[in-house]
C-alpha cells in the first residue's frame, strides 16, 4: 500500500499541553522552532514561546476529541505563508523539552498530576518570550556555520539569553559564562529581565517535510494519513 502526503512548506512549532475531558486544554503553550538539529528538518536546538494564535488552541482540542486522547500531549506544526496550520508529529506523553513550557508558566506535568490526583483543574498558559535551547545541538550548529563560512550566524547562535530552558546535562562552563555576563548587565533583555522575542531571521527552520494531516487545524475536519 501507498500513503500520499502533501507538502507543506513553512515554519515549525511545536504546541503542548493538558487537555481534560468537558474542560477543554487547560494548560497550553506555543514555541515556534528558531533552530534545529540537523539545521534543515531535525530536533528543536532553540526556540522562543509565543502568544497564542487565534483559534489553535480550539482547533487542536477538536483533533484531539475525535482521536479520543485527553492529557498531556505535544503536537509539532508546520505554518504555511497563509498562516494555516498542519499536523506532522503528535506526542501523547511527556516529551524532551517540557522544561520549556514550564519556565513559561505552564507546568504541563504538574497540571496534569494534579488533575489525575483530583487536586482540582489549574489553568495555565505560557507567556512568549521566554527560550529553549538544547546546547549540543546549538554547538553544532554553530560549528556547522563556521564550516559553511558564515562567521557571524555562528556568533548569534552561541550568543547568550536570558530566561531560557534548557536541556539537561548542560556544561558547567556555559553556566559560569551566563552567570558572569548576567552580574556585567551583558545579557540581552528588557528591564523586568525577560528576554526579548527572537526576530525571524533567514537562519530559522523552514521545512519543506511532508504532513501527516492533510487539513488545516482552523478548519479541522476528519483526519487523512496518520499521526
Known amino acids: 500500500p501507498y500513503l500520499l502526503q502533501g507538502l507543506i512548506r513553512g515554519d515549525v512549532y511545536s504546541v503542548a499541553g493538558v487537555?481534560?475531558?468537558?474542560?477543554?486544554?487547560?494548560?497550553?503553550?506555543?514555541?515556534?522552532?528558531?533552530?534545529?538539529?540537523?539545521?534543515?528538518?531535525g530536533n528543536v536546538a532553540f526556540a522562543v514561546t509565543i502568544a497564542e494564535p487565534d483559534g489553535l488552541r480550539d482547533?487542536?482540542?477538536?483533533?484531539?476529541?475525535?482521536?479520543?486522547?485527553f492529557g498531556v500531549f505535544e503536537l509539532e506544526l508546520i505554518r504555511d505563508g497563509d498562516g494555516a496550520f498542519f499536523a506532522i508529529?503528535?506526542?501523547?506523553r511527556?516529551?524532551?523539552?517540557?522544561?520549556?513550557?514550564?519556565?513559561?508558566?505552564?507546568?504541563?506535568?504538574?497540571?496534569?498530576?494534579?488533575?489525575?490526583?483530583?487536586r482540582g483543574i489549574r489553568r495555565a498558559t505560557a507567556r512568549p518570550g521566554?527560550?529553549?535551547?538544547?546546547?549540543d545541538a546549538d554547538l553544532r550548529h554553530a560549528i556547522s556555520s563556521l564550516r559553511d563560512r558564515r562567521p557571524s550566524d555562528a556568533l548569534e547562535t552561541l550568543r547568550p539569553r536570558r530566561d531560557v530552558a534548557r536541556?539537561?546535562?548542560?556544561?558547567?562552563?556555559?553556566?559560569?559564562?551566563?552567570?558572569?555576563?548576567?552580574?556585567?548587565?551583558?545579557?540581552?533583555?528588557?528591564?523586568?529581565?525577560?528576554?526579548?522575542?527572537?526576530?525571524q531571521d533567514a537562519d530559522r527552520p523552514?521545512?519543506?517535510?511532508?504532513?501527516?494531516?492533510?487539513?488545516?487545524?482552523?478548519?479541522?475536519?476528519p483526519v487523512v494519513g496518520t499521526l
Open 130 to 135: 521566554v527560550h529553549y535551547r538544547w546546547e
Open 206 to 221: 523552514r521545512t519543506n517535510r511532508p504532513s501527516a494531516h492533510l487539513i488545516p487545524l482552523r478548519s479541522y475536519g
Open 89 to 92: 508529529d503528535l506526542n501523547p
Open 19 to 41: 487537555l481534560v475531558p468537558d474542560e477543554g486544554i487547560v494548560s497550553f503553550s506555543v514555541a515556534r522552532y528558531i533552530r534545529t538539529w540537523p539545521p534543515r528538518a
Open 167 to 199: 536541556l539537561a546535562g548542560r556544561p558547567r562552563a556555559a553556566v559560569r559564562v551566563e552567570r558572569m555576563l548576567d552580574e556585567l548587565d551583558l545579557l540581552p533583555g528588557d528591564a523586568s529581565g525577560r528576554a526579548q522575542p527572537v526576530q
Open 94 to 118: 511527556l516529551y524532551g523539552s517540557l522544561a520549556h513550557a514550564s519556565r513559561a508558566g505552564a507546568p504541563h506535568a504538574v497540571v496534569f498530576c494534579d488533575w489525575v490526583l483530583g
Open 59 to 69: 482547533g487542536i482540542a477538536r483533533m484531539l476529541g475525535e482521536l479520543g486522547w
